[in-house]
């Protein structure tokens, strides 16, 4: 039994502030089989490779045509629009500002 693949939009690395690889679209493959603890070394394995495969493409329709023309079953995850509000630094020394000054 195989689980559905996920395409998704790649997100912003948490640690930097710019939007370069975020326009890549992702195919990831479910886990099929359960993971399994070595016994010997402690390491987590599996015999299912496919779940190791992380597929990029330029856009969404490109993603969709390739795990419909080899028959994977997929679940699309359309990501949430950014509200982006410009910030000026004079903001900081307004009269009403609303959060409390911390230094």
């Known amino acids: 039994m195989s689980m559905r693949a996920r395409i ?58 390739y795990a419909t023309h080899n028959g994977i079953a997929f679940d699309i995850e359309i990501p949430a629009p950014r509200i982006r509000r410009p910030k000026a630094y004079a903001d900081n020394f307004r009269y009403d500002r609303i959060q409390n000054w911390t230094h």
């Open 8 to 65: 998704y939009r790649q997100s912003k690395p948490a640690g930097q502030s710019g939007q370069t690889m975020t326009h890549t679209w992702v195919l990831d493959y479910g886990q099929s089989r359960p993971r399994h603890v070595d016994a010997l070394m402690g390491w987590t394995g599996s015999a299912d490779t496919q779940s190791q495969l992380r597929l990029q493409f330029p856009d969404q329709d490109s993603a969709v045509a």
